[in-house]
């Protein structure tokens, strides 16, 4: 077992992952290449950018790779929104799409600080 498959928020987004994936496969066809692949690959990226940055030497360094995780998950909320409006996604998956969201944001934010702790509070 790799170290980023220990953590929580990694596991949790895999799941967010697997969420997004079935949601957008009920989305139209002619959008294959539009907000179904952006909102596939934003999903992939937050696992994959927690995984990639548990393997820097530094604590910056992975606190980095969490922001960028964060902002990764900060797409599907958007993504997710435009869905909504386009008929595409039904208001209680977004609804639970949303609140997988807050959850793993919150335990993005709290693994940055943990992270960024390690190396005296530097920001």
């Excluded at 949601?23 to 596939?40: A, H, N, V, Y």
């Excluded at 609140?99 to 530097?122: D, F, H, P, V, W």
Aim: glycine share 8%; net charge positive.
């Amino acid at each position: 077992m790799f170290n980023f498959e220990k953590l929580v928020a990694w596991q949790k987004g895999l799941s967010f992952a697997d969420r997004v994936y079935a949601i957008t496969k009920q989305f139209p066809s002619d959008e294959r290449f539009g907000l179904t692949l952006q909102m596939r690959r934003a999903s992939v990226s937050l696992v994959s950018n927690l995984a990639e940055g548990s393997s820097r030497f530094s604590a910056a360094d992975f606190a980095r790779f969490i922001e960028i995780a964060t902002g990764s998950l900060y797409e599907v909320v958007s993504q997710a929104h435009i869905a909504n409006r386009q008929t595409w996604m039904n208001d209680s998956d977004l609804k639970g799409l949303l609140q997988t969201a807050e959850e793993l944001s919150r335990m993005l934010s709290g693994l940055r600080g943990a992270i960024r702790g390690k190396e005296g509070g530097n920001s």
